[in-house]
């Protein structure tokens, strides 16, 4: 069956930073320490030989240089190949248009029709897939791993007695010739000695492309056939009586990470001056058949672990009876799997560490997993908001360095870029353009691994500071300085530097002009808040590096001037975030349930709405709860995950994991974009990214364990995780609150850490040495942390939350300067705190305390000239802790 996230007062961050370790460290080893229990995937029944078997029941494997699908049959096993630079024409329009194209199938012959005692899996602690079953009083097993350090696919065939293993070894070439929208495919399979070579060309770029397939067999005889048919030549190894044999398989194009690419205009000329891959290809396979099998495994592992163990997660789950299919069939009918939402979590670091690694292309929208001739939206990378969410998991689940792909095909593509800049500075604001063509450069749509695209009125250019909020996310969570000096810095400023000479003065603060927020329905308007959120937050990061570096950069003072006025947050009058300045009331422009939440992106995944904003993130909770949670997006549904995470609500966060993995989730737990089944990456990188957030956040620079965990998690634990200054960041909790905090600070500087009670706590080294600390309220402390050194909190009161007072009530006379307000009280408040919030405002100011009635006469001379006005009223308990949630109204000036 197929199923289906600004400082006050708009200030400059002052931070604090000392290099940087990507080293699989963590803190004392008292939390949830080693592996853990053995997360995996597994079934009972190969993966039927078709594309819904693909898509649904395909084990997924990858390395960078090819991702690989596993289906486990026992009479032929099918392996799908994915090479990333294999792109024909993406010309036209829709759900599929050419674009990438699948590069081999490759089939293994068997023969064994009457097995028993199956079962195939993918082990997400070893990266490593199996299959085994009975036959014929034989156990035959396979073990398949694809290994980024030697760029090589491995598979290890077995029978339990010896000689009694068989098999032909076929790999062929789909799609070949012409189609609808194929300009051509050619090739060509020849098998020679112990190897098997598939080569040939795609047209439309030049492609040339070629995998090479070595058989090591131990025992037996092995033979080589190569026979001709109408479509193609088919090159096949048959190995006969062995007792197990090693399958090597290395795959390449001529593609290459060069600016020319994209900028050469003739389709057919972009790779024409690049070598043809043998040469390549070959050095793979001979240095990996150079090893033994043991070496290649052991090398995969050392690589592959050492990212993939930095971070564990612990619900308390026990380790399933039933097959991965079943457990997923079951989820939406009856009490929720814990196992199944760890290993969704875990599943999404997995498919980040197959599908980006430096060198390689990054994942697109189907990741690094292909098997049509026409992927949905031609595999294409969108950078209004799948290239991010593929990449939100990169930081706070500890995988800094896999933003290295993105790095490299970014660092060539941008050179066009540049050009579309200075075109388009010279069309939208010709006054503001440098001749000599120091334009910066403007963000992109979309693009593929050989065209980026210009303007388009699906969003606005608010894209290309997205693009470079993610570069400096890979500084915030890592601080090291070169990192920021030579690669971070450069792309920021650039962008700012485009942004700077785009914006354009209306009525005393700077727009975008045109402006869309991606893909609703008005579009090329004016200043959305899409594009003003993304300028204010790409200019705030790029005046904070230049002070952190020292720089001192020519446009730097017209950055500093411009920030506050990009005036990136509008409130409307329904106590929301306004997604276009026209909007009065939420949902008078565009659809107000759509997929996207643009004008919440300075929530998540930027910083300019936090803990230090609280009318701002009141007004986002608005939002987000006129979004609904009615969309059944995959990728949306992720991105509720994490934007519920940041306003602090565990519950609602909870609701929109429990639904994508109800809903969205294939038995293989790729992500069902929205029926069909159709798959899409991002939601299975979103989630991983949104639970995260659920567990630990810090976007003001304040380290946040356990800030939203639902009720349905009352107990648990999690190691490794990221927090912005590089800190490492472990919890343990039961009964819903925290009873142990480790914090490795792997760069040293001020640690600013935020839990109730905190100040009460004991807070120790991890070697048991007391630590000095600075209280900020009751909540949150200040340690001088040492570079390498682990903080153990323990200890911590049990905070009973106040309960918010609500239905807040606004009576007012015309004319008058004064408003009565009334509300329902709290039970256990001992007195009430009003506080208003005037138009924008990021923050409320308090207008009166110790209320100990549940009404108020607020009397106040502005309250003839305020057109609109926030109000709060929050609860307070006799120990003076103030409810964190409040009631809330807006006045509208009569």
């Keep these: 069956m197929v199923r289906k996230i600004i ?48 898509v649904d029941r395909s084990i997924p494997m990858g390395n960078g240089y090819m991702g690989v699908n596993v289906f486990g049959g026992t009479t032929s096993e099918r392996i799908q190949i994915t090479e990333n630079s294999l792109y024909d024409s993406t010309e036209g329009r829709g759900l599929r248009h050419g674009g990438l194209n699948n590069f081999a199938e490759v089939f293994i012959d068997f023969g064994h029709n009457n097995t028993s005692n199956y079962e195939r899996d993918l082990n997400l602690n070893e990266g490593v897939s199996h299959v085994r079953y009975e036959q014929d009083g034989v156990e035959y097993t396979r073990e398949y791993f694809t290994s980024y350090p030697d760029k090589v696919m491995a598979i290890r065939l077995s029978a339990s007695k ?40 795609m047209s439309f770029f030049g492609v040339q492309y070629e995998g090479q397939f070595k058989v090591i067999p131990s025992g037996g005889t ?93 619900l308390g789950a026990a380790e399933p009876t039933v097959c991965t299919d079943e457990l997923i069939d079951a989820y939406p009918e009856g009490e929720s799997s814990r196992y199944l939402e760890e290993l969704a979590f875990q599943f999404g670091r997995y498919m980040l560490i197959c599908s980006s690694r430096a060198g390689t292309l990054p994942p697109h929208l189907q990741g690094i997993w292909n098997v049509y001739s ?20 990169a930081f706070v689940a500890n995988m800094p360095e896999l933003f290295e792909s993105y790095v490299g095909f970014f660092n060539t593509f941008v050179p066009r870029q540049r050009q579309y800049a200075t075109q388009y500075i010279e069309q939208y604001n010709p006054a503001q353009l440098d001749p000599n063509g120091d334009n910066g450069w403007s963000g992109p749509f979309w693009t593929n691994p050989y065209t980026v695209t210009g303007k388009s009125p699906v969003a606005g250019f608010g894209t290309g500071s997205w693009i470079a909020q993610m570069f400096w996310d890979y500084y915030d969570y890592t601080r090291d300085p070169a990192l920021l000096a030579e690669i971070v810095y450069p792309v920021m400023y650039d962008q700012a530097n485009f942004v700077s000479r785009f914006v354009k003065d209306v009525d005393g603060v700077l727009l975008a002009e045109p402006s869309s927020s991606p893909e609703q329905k008005l579009r090329n308007t004016v200043g959305t808040t899409f594009d003003q959120q993304m300028f204010y ?46 909007e009065q009331y939420y949902g008078e422009i565009g659809d107000p349930a759509h997929r996207h939440a643009s004008m919440l992106l300075g929530l998540y995944p930027g910083q300019l709405i936090n803990d230090a904003t609280p009318a701002w993130l009141d007004s986002a909770r608005v939002s987000l709860a006129n979004r609904t949670n009615k969309t059944n997006i995959g990728w949306a549904r992720a991105e509720r995950i994490a934007m519920w995470a940041r306003v602090h609500d565990g519950d609602e966060a909870y609701s929109f994991y429990e639904a994508l993995l109800g809903d969205n989730y294939l038995h293989n737990l790729f992500n069902d974009h929205r029926g069909g089944p159709l798959f899409q990456a991002d939601a299975n990188y ?109 200890d911590i009161p049990t905070c009973i939350p106040v309960i918010a007072p609500t239905n807040l009530k606004i009576s007012e006379e015309t004319g008058t300067s004064q408003i009565q307000l009334s509300w329902t009280g709290s039970k256990n408040a001992t007195s009430y705190k009003l506080y208003r919030a005037v138009g924008n405002a990021p923050d409320y100011e308090l207008i009166a305390a110790d209320i100990t009635a549940t009404d108020f006469t607020y009397q106040s001379p502005d309250l003839k000239q305020v057109d609109q006005m926030t109000i709060k009223v929050t609860a307070v308990r006799a120990d003076g802790r103030e409810s964190d949630g409040g009631a809330r109204a807006i006045r509208l000036l009569q």
């Design 222 to 314: 092995m033979t080589v056939a190569n026979a001709q048919s109408q479509s193609q030549s088919q090159g096949t190894i048959h190995v006969s009586d062995a007792d197990n044999a090693v399958i090597l398989i290395a795959v390449g194009t001529n593609y290459q990470f060069d600016s020319k690419v994209f900028l050469t205009t003739e389709n057919a000329d972009k790779l024409s001056s690049f070598p043809h891959p043998h040469a390549k290809v070959t050095r793979y396979l001979s240095d990996a058949a150079a090893k033994s099998y043991e070496q290649l495994l052991a090398s995969h592992h050392a690589d592959y672990k050492e990212i993939y163990d930095r971070v564990s997660l612990d």
């Design 374 to 393: 026409d992927p949905p939206w031609a595999s294409q990378y969108l950078h209004d908001t799948n290239v991010q969410m593929a990449y939100a998991p």
């Design 537 to 582: 937050e790409n200019h705030h990061n790029t005046v904070t590096a230049a002070e952190i570096l020292g720089r001192s950069d020519s446009r730097l003072s017209i950055l500093k001037t411009q920030l506050p006025l990009l005036d990136p947050i509008q409130i409307g009058k329904s106590g929301h975030i306004k997604e276009f300045r026209q």
């Design 162 to 201: 010896a000689g009694m293993l068989s098999f032909t070894l076929r790999p062929t070439i789909p799609f070949l010739g012409t189609g609808k929208t194929r300009s051509g495919k050619s090739g060509s399979v020849v098998a020679e000695d112990d190897s098997i070579t598939l080569s040939g060309e």
């Design 686 to 794: 979103g989630a991983t990214a949104g639970v995260a957030e659920m567990l630990l956040q810090s976007q003001d620079h304040v380290v946040a364990p356990l800030t939203a965990i639902p009720a349905a998690w009352p107990e648990g634990s999690y190691r490794g995780l990221l927090a912005r200054g590089n800190f490492e960041v472990s919890a343990q909790w039961s009964g819903g609150h925290a009873s142990q905090l480790e914090v490795l600070s792997k760069s040293g500087g001020n640690l600013d850490l935020r839990y109730p009670n905190i100040t009460q706590s004991v807070i120790k080294t991890a070697s048991g040495q007391p630590v000095a600390f600075v209280h900020k309220g009751s909540d949150q402390v200040r340690i001088e942390t040492v570079k390498g050194q682990a903080y153990v909190v323990t």
């Design 7 to 54: 400082t006050t007062g708009l200030a400059v961050f002052t931070l604090a930073w000392t290099g940087t370790v990507f080293a699989a460290e963590h803190a004392s080893g008292l939390i949830a320490d080693g592996p853990g229990k053995a997360l995996r995937l597994w079934y009972d029944e190969p993966a039927p030989d078709s594309d819904e078997g693909w």
